[in-house]
């Protein structure tokens, strides 16, 4: 079980989250919506502790994490490994050699940038490339894949930290639809298959919608919505998206292309997914 308590983060003039309390029990998949600014990579963040909270508490089996140091915390970013939106893989590098960089919380930075790992380790490492279908791109530089392939190396660089917390932050906010489904579809399997919970960042409706077990809503920091995605009214996600609503619900397209097009005439994400897939089935 994971959990906040009354957690807040205060910038100078604002709360970038206010007061958060959950209770995430473990293997989870949560989907946290919102607006952008609504505070959604604080909220992760601080879960990470790369932002310390000004105020509360977060705690994971019944442990206080809040106030770790040192080691301690290295374990705990062990514990809850991060994705991000732009993926984060150092480009120069190979493939295996970034995802081993995962390893680096139990084995110390110097062993890792001396890429001193053992036999196992790579072993364990090309195991977790193949589970996202990326093995076959280990000795490759990570600057030649494409933005899809860069997130599941990302992801199984997160695997390799055997944690038992995910936790993405806009996971697919760069990719096109089809890299977004194989994205997705990897971190469900793992949640559902290691048992690892997962907390996704999705600024978009129909995501959360199709793959979490629960959705988490913020509007300015403050928790506005928790349930389940059958809760999740079209009056509420309206209440929680305010004026980007439109935007969110039509997602799959890209900003410029929204222009005057009525509502039921754009095409979902998954309409354009269905489409690429079915040009890729007649060509
Ligand atoms: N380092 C920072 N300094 C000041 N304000 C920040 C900082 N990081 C985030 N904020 C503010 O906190 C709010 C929440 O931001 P963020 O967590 O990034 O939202 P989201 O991820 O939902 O888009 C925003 O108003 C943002 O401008
Ligand atoms: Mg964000």
Redesign the pocket.
Known sequence: MLTTEKLTKS??T?N?VSDVSLSIPQGQMVGVI?R????????LRMVNRLAEPTDGRITFEGRDVTALRGSALLEWRATCAMVFQQFNLVGRLDVLTNVLTGRLYHHGFVASMLQLFTASERAFAIRALDRLGMAHTALQQADTLSGGQMQRVAIARALVQEPRILLADEPIASLDPLNAKVVMDALRTINREDGITVVC?LHTLDTARSYCDRIIG?KD?VLVFDGTPEMLTQEMAREIYGAEADGAFAEGLTSTSLGGVPAKQRLTERDLAKNAQLGMAAS
């Open positions: 910038f100078k604002r970038a919102g952008s600014g609504a505070g959604k990579s604080t909220l960042n913020l920091g």
